[in-house]
C-alpha cells in the first residue's frame, strides 16, 4: 500500500493568482496522476507524472495552465495557474505502486474555492 | 477508450435495507473493475475489485459486486446497511495494465434512521 499526503488541505484563492498543490508519498513509485473532481462531476485525470520525463496531459488540460513538477519517486507538484472561479474543484493525488494486480491509492484531496 | 456510467446520482435507504448501487461501463478492451468508498471528510478508499475469476467479488464492510460481462455491468450490493455506511461511492474501470482510472460520476447513499 501507499500512504499519501497533500498540502494544502483546503484554499480559498482570488482570480488570476496561482495556487501550487503538493503531493508526498511514503515510498518510492514511479506512476502518479493528478484528478480534479468538479462538483456533481467525476473524478476526471488531469495528467500523468512519471519521474524523469514530462507531464502527459489529458484532452482539455494543457501545461500552462497545470504545470507540474516530479522531482524524485515521492513527490509531486500541480500548480493551478491564473484561476478563476471555474477552478474550483478538489484536486486529487494518486500513485499506481506498480505492483501487479494493485490499485491505485488516493490522496485526501485539496478543495479549492477561487473567489 | 473507457467510460464509466453511474445511473443514479444519490440513493437514500433506510437504515437495514438492502441497497444496489449500479454501474455500468464502456470498453473495446477487457478492463480491470473498481468501487470506491470516500466517508465525509475522508479520502478515496478502495472498497473492492474485480481483476479475474469468480465474477462476485467481496469486498469491505459488507459489500459485494458482481461482474456481468454480457451486459458490462458491476454492481454493488449490501443486504442490509447501517448509518455509517453513508458515503460517495464511486465505480472506476482501467483496461488491464497500469493505466490511470477511469471513474464514474459517483453515487451519494444516504442511510436514513
Known amino acids: 500500500s501507499a500512504v499519501i499526503s497533500q498540502k494544502p488541505s483546503r484554499d480559498i484563492c482570488q482570480r488570476g493568482t496561482s495556487l501550487t498543490i503538493q503531493c508526498q508519498v511514503d515510498?518510492?513509485?514511479?506512476?502518479m496522476f493528478w484528478y480534479r473532481q468538479q462538483p456533481g462531476q467525476s473524478l476526471t485525470l488531469i495528467a500523468t507524472a512519471n519521474q524523469g520525463s514530462e507531464a502527459t496531459y489529458e484532452s482539455g488540460f494543457v501545461i500552462d495552465k497545470f504545470p507540474i513538477s516530479r522531482p524524485n519517486l515521492t513527490f509531486s507538484t500541480l500548480t493551478v495557474s491564473n484561476m478563476s472561479p471555474e477552478d474550483s474543484s478538489i484536486y486529487l493525488c494518486?500513485?499506481?505502486?506498480?505492483?501487479?494486480?494493485?490499485?491505485?491509492?488516493f490522496g485526501p484531496g485539496t478543495r479549492l474555492l477561487v473567489l | 477508450a473507457q467510460s464509466v456510467t453511474q445511473l443514479d446520482s444519490q440513493v437514500p435507504v433506510l437504515e437495514e435495507a438492502p441497497v444496489e448501487l449500479r454501474c455500468n461501463y464502456s470498453s473495446s478492451v477487457s478492463v480491470y473493475l473498481f468501487w470506491y468508498v470516500q466517508y465525509p471528510n475522508q479520502g478515496l478508499q478502495l472498497l473492492l475489485k474485480?481483476?479475474?475469476?469468480?465474477?462476485l467479488v467481496k469486498g469491505i464492510n459488507g459489500f459485494e459486486a458482481e461482474f456481468n460481462k454480457s451486459q458490462t455491468s458491476f454492481h454493488l450490493r449490501k443486504p442490509s446497511v447501517h448509518i455509517s455506511d453513508t458515503a460517495e461511492y464511486s465505480c472506476?474501470?482501467?483496461?488491464?495494465?497500469?493505466?490511470?482510472?477511469?471513474f464514474g460520476k459517483g453515487t451519494r447513499l444516504s442511510v436514513i434512521a
Open positions: 515510498s518510492q513509485v514511479t506512476m
Open positions: 474485480y481483476l479475474s475469476g469468480s465474477t
Open positions: 472506476a474501470v482501467t483496461p488491464w495494465g497500469n493505466t490511470p482510472l477511469v
Open positions: 494518486s500513485v499506481d505502486p506498480g505492483v501487479a494486480q494493485e490499485t491505485q491509492y
